[in-house]
């Protein structure tokens, strides 16, 4: 069940008496806009995104032993929060099926959480790696090393770390939730999954694995992409909707 489905559910008595008297609202997704208007806003509803800090991309031109440029394997790169809604359990099956044919692919798994325990102890394959959580100079290592960001969650809002993906230009694949649809495009930045059982999921790595021009293309597109979730881009925008609303236009 998605947000706007718990809500309506559950809680649209309260949230009418806690939004719908709100001079304009700004949300992520052209599907929540729509829920919105259903539940009876009838003001001004801004679309906008979450952020890419720009300061991560100072660490992107350095030199680093590990790049993927350098790399032989094929390097799947997760980096979430460690639980089961975010799909990691069915991109390791994915990552193990694919070994059959491309011994060479390998996973780096950032990020710590309620399932980080039970991967450690149950998932420790030398074609693993586990960083735990990262930031900064390290979190952007883990972009420049990989060679495709992989997100196959259950649900999402917007996440941070599809956006900085893009920014590193890595192409993407993730399932088809939340605003990820309205980001990444099939077969232009990336590829949304309708299912995100491990087989679809292997075929839809394979896919790219075996296309290096199609992740060329893919790349250059994010970068380009990118740009408009920087956050002095975002905070301009957000500045722009304070003063139209302020000003009572």
Known sequence: MNEADKIERKHLPWFRILYLGANALITLTTASKQSLQKWGYSKDIYLETTVVDESLL????????????????FTVLFLARLQRAKGIYELIEAIRILRSKHPSIRLIVAGSGSEEDRIKKEYDYD?????????????????????????PSYTEGMPNSVLEAMAFGLP???????????????????????????????????????????????SSNNRIEAKRFYSLNVVSRLETIYKTVLEGK
């Open 172 to 218: 993407v694949i993730c399932s088809k939730v939340g605003a990820l649809p309205e980001i990444i495009k099939n077969q232009i930045n990336g590829i949304l999954l309708d299912c995100i059982e491990p087989q679809s999921l292997a075929m839809a790595i394979e896919s790219l694995l075996l296309d290096k021009e199609l992740v060329k293309h893919m």
């Open 58 to 73: 100072r660490y992107a031109s350095e030199d680093t032993a590990s790049s993927r440029d350098q790399s032989e394997a």
């Open 127 to 151: 074609w693993i790696e586990l960083i735990g959580h990262v930031t900064e100079r390290k979190k952007a290592l883990a972009y420049q090393t990989a060679d495709v960001y992989v997100l």
